[in-house]
């Protein structure tokens, strides 16, 4: 370690010394002259510490995975900071990077704990690299580095959210049962199971009957299915509430309404209710002789319970006695003379008419109209002998009546008018 000039005394280091192993030494030193006469001295060599030794950081312990609803000043780790140095050499300061919500708290000498300073959320950050840093007050300063790995574990904290507000699904009605109606799609950011949706019809009716008749639900995947074929002139809209749950303890949920509309076919034919069918009332009606051209005669009443151009109504003339005599508003269904009567027309006149939809295909009705051109019932004996159920006519009877009421000449309009 030493060298001492036998010629000089000087001594001088010729090995590498330490302080961190060796403070100081102990010499003993000889002095001889030429004779052989000697004495001892005892030289003792203090070394001065220089900053040459960096702090060592050591991760005592560490709380991984941390719960993402661990509360603020909740203790992740334990940080135990050494430095072999002396005196200011050996004084350490210890710190982590911004931004970060987690901080180092002295403890007892030389030791820190990491806690956290706000809240986690493991859906917006999942994991954390927090490097330590330990820096001694030697000059020049010496410093240190470590990396702490820590993962945020999931808290089941988010319910599920559907993508729509709210849904809507048009199905055609005489669907196949188990067609698809719709589909529903409801997120959940937790993990595992936190976050896997599970999906659910809630109890309710639709017109008395439970939803579950009607409609069936995917639980995984969320596709809405019809389980019954839907009949649009039954009902056209109803409402089902689903219900997204994960499988989390306890679990969370939410709801969403989902609007079915039944979108109407043409599946109806027009149902004449004037003239009724044959067989159920008195079907012949008088025109009167002096009846002009235009005047009104009679009037087909249909309805059909489709909806839209699918009940949109045309009438036609099929079948007559005189072809040229009559005609039929084409959408009204009022028919009226075409040309004033003269004395030489037959005195029955009889009309097929028809009645057609615009549905596509189009779907008709037909009816036999029974004219008699007449001022008069007496003049047309075998009418009195037509017999006819009472309940099922007055409205044909009010109408006969009113009709041979008529004056000969009214106009058409004020016909209309009356009607």
Known sequence: MFFINSKMGEIRVIGSIDYEEVSSFELRIQAKDGLGLASYSKVIIDITDINDNAPVIYLQSLTNPIPENASPGTEVGIINVQDRDSENNRQVRCSIQQNLPFKLVPSIKNYYSLVTTGELDRELVSDYNITITATDEGSPPLSSSKSVQLSVADVNDNPPVFEEQSYKAHVTENNNPGSSVCSVTARDPDWRQNGTVVYSLLLGEVNG??????????????????????????????????MARDNGSPPLSSNVTVSVFITDVNDNSPQILYPAPEGKSFMTELVPKAAHGGSLVSKVIAVDADSGQNAWLSYHIVKSTDMGLFTIGLHSGEIRTQRDISESESMK?????????????????TCTMYLVISDNMAEVPELKDVSYDENNSKLTSYLIIALVSVPPFSSPSSLSSWR
């Open 349 to 365: 006149q009889n009309l097929i008419v028809s009645v057609k939809d615009n549905g596509q295909p189009s779907l008709s009705a």
């Open 209 to 242: 009957v439970p939803v579950s008749s009607f409609l069936s639900v995917n639980g995984d995947t969320g596709v809405i299915h019809a389980v019954r074929s839907f009949d649009y002139e039954q009902f056209r809209s109803f409402k089902v509430h689903v």
